[in-house]
């Protein structure tokens, strides 16, 4: 029995705009709902139970944790006790502990609807991780007034994510309910630990996007106000996160230095020199420092110093590039103060193109359907984002992928602790993806 049945709502007679109504409704509350309960990236348990709980109830097949992800491909993640915790805590919110349980300690899913029509197989990609941001409690921030702040304190959904796992879920049920119009394959992926672009490889790697004939994703706000639309974006930026530890000699510092090896000098040198990598003529660069922790106490010589470090490029050569430099750097950093270093690797995106002739597609039904003011041509992101490698995947497959922008007023920028959508732009991602989905199939001529 379909989920709006279970509700009492009786599609064939009531019209479209109570069907749209009800579907916005519902929408609303799913957002709110991942919003309150917000969890970042790899510890979205009872965010993958719900989802997983809602897609089943809709007559999905239904595949989640271990059976959408290759762990040997995960990055980023935390420890076994760590994420024990975080399945304690998932079950208390109230997520169900036999989903859970069966996903293996991974997390994100993927429904499948299989239409029973010849037609291509059609991919859609929405992240449902939250940042590590201590959300405002601020009388002018609307979920602190409303009451869906974020119960996980230094957990918040600050940049959206909420609203895209919402509109997945709400485009879930619509496709159900008109399936008879649809053809192909459709694969919802809802995709963990976006967030440091850790969560996408790993599913490509288990193969979950290996028959994938197109694929759609895209984001709430970045810089385009209500009522804008853009079909595809520019500006991803290739990136690579590592985490490097120094292992120095801790010693006291007043009677014995120089028996120390002081990993906070290693660290310090490293940092002054990867922000004195020079920009390059041939496109945007970035490297970042973001985190340094180092020592124990002030007449201690420190043993161990930890870094958390980006590199970014316009294209995937200037990122490795900018990595290159700041591995050699930490090289020569560590023999210098007489340290060992171990890197690892975090999270990677790379720089993808959206393919102009679906994008035309997708912009000329956002124009027909009349909902949105104004469709722009393209959307410069500036940042990077892992649906690029799942973009890369389908377009080497002989795919086309588009990655689209839904704007919207913000209360704050993406990633600030006062981050808030306006949600009016749910039910607009929600007919924009449906409609986009109807008119696919001409863009192949087998079908």
Known sequence: MKNSEKEGF??????????????????????????????????????????????????????????????????????????????????????????????????????ILETGRPGPTIALRFDIDAN?????????????????????????????????????????????????????????????????????????????????????????????????????????????????????????????????????????????NIHSIPPHSEGVTRVNVGVLKAGVARNVIPPKAVMEIETRGETEALNALMYEKTIKIIEHAAAMHNNYYQISKMGEAGTVSCDHELAEIVGNTVKDLGIMDEVVDIQYLGGSEDATLMIKEVQNRGGMATYMIFGSAIGAGHHHEAFDFDECVLIKGLKIYAEVIKKIPTLRNDV
């Not at 967030?195 to 197109?214: P, Q, S, T, Y």
């Not at 079909?231 to 120094?246: A, H, N, Q, R, Y």
Request: glycine residues 12%; proline residues 3%.
């Open 10 to 111: 009786d599609k064939g007679s009531q019209s479209s705009g109570e069907y749209d109504a009800f579907l916005e409704e519902k929408i609303i509350a799913y957002r709110r709902e991942f919003h309150r309960y917000a969890e970042s990236g790899w510890r979205e348990f009872r965010t993958t139970a719900r989802i997983v709980e809602v897609l089943e109830s809709l007559g999905y097949h239904v595949l989640s944790g271990k059976e959408v992800i290759h762990p040997p491909s995960v990055m980023g993640r935390d420890s076994e006790e760590v994420i024990a915790q975080h399945i304690k805590r998932a079950i208390e919110q109230g997520g169900s502990s036999s989903i859970i349980n069966k996903m293996g300690r991974y997390t994100g899913a993927v429904g």
């Open 132 to 272: 590590d941001v201590l959300e405002s409690n601020e009388e002018n921030h609307r979920p602190q007034v409303e009451g869906f702040r974020s119960l996980n304190e230094g957990m918040m959904h600050a940049c959206g994510h909420d609203g895209h796992t919402a509109i997945g879920l709400g485009l879930a049920e619509y496709l159900m309910d008109n399936k008879k119009e649809l053809k192909g394959k459709i694969k919802f992926i809802f995709q963990p630990a976006e967030e440091g672009v850790r969560g996408a490889k790993a599913m490509i790697d288990k193969g979950i996007l290996a028959d994938v004939d197109f694929f759609l994703s895209g984001h709430i706000g970045f810089q385009l106000p209500n009522g804008k639309f853009a079909p595809k974006t520019k500006g991803f930026l290739s990136t690579t996160k590592i985490d490097v530890e120094f292992t120095g000699e801790g010693a006291h510092a007043g009677s014995d230095p120089e028996k120390g090896k002081n990993a906070l000098l290693a660290a310090v040198t490293a940092t002054s």
